[in-house]
Nanobody, 124 residues
Framework: QVQLVESGGGLVPAGGSLSLSCAASGGTFSRLTMGWFRQVPGKEREFVARISRFGATKGYADSVKGRFTISRDNAKNTVYLQMNSLKPEDTAVYYC?????????????????WGQGTQVTISS
């Protein structure tokens, strides 16, 4: 059973940067397609970014394209989300997500493993 633990959330002013990490355990990390989702109260959990097993392929939601960067370090069993030029509308709980490759991580129903979430708050 794969376990995912996020870290790095916090409160930053608009225009600032934040880096999230997600450490995986309990499985072979390089077999996993990884991604990030986010959710605000009263709304659906939405896709943010994804990365393939060895990092060759990445994808982003239009709302974060050009500002967020997803990466992974298979030696450390960790996936990262670097968030720059943050906006108040980026405020949400951010969740790490994974599925067995070559599965997709762009739809909630495709996700096999979820982290517990980390709060990101952007002040205006």
């Amino acid at each position: 059973q794969v376990q995912l633990v996020e870290s790095g959330g916090g409160l930053v002013p608009a225009g600032g940067s934040l880096s999230l990490s997600c450490a995986a355990s309990g499985g072979t990390f390089s077999r996993l397609t990884m991604g990030w989702f986010r959710q605000v109260p009263g709304k659906e959990r939405e896709f943010v970014a994804r990365i393939s097993r060895f990092g060759a392929t990445k994808g982003y939601a239009d709302s974060v394209k050009g500002r967020f960067t997803i990466s992974r370090d298979n030696a450390k069993n960790t996936v990262y989300l670097q968030m720059n030029s943050l906006k108040p509308e980026d405020t949400a709980v951010y969740y790490c997500a994974a599925t067995i490759a070559p599965g997709s991580v762009e739809a909630k129903d495709d996700i096999r493993y979820w982290g517990q979430g980390t709060q990101v708050t952007i002040s205006s």
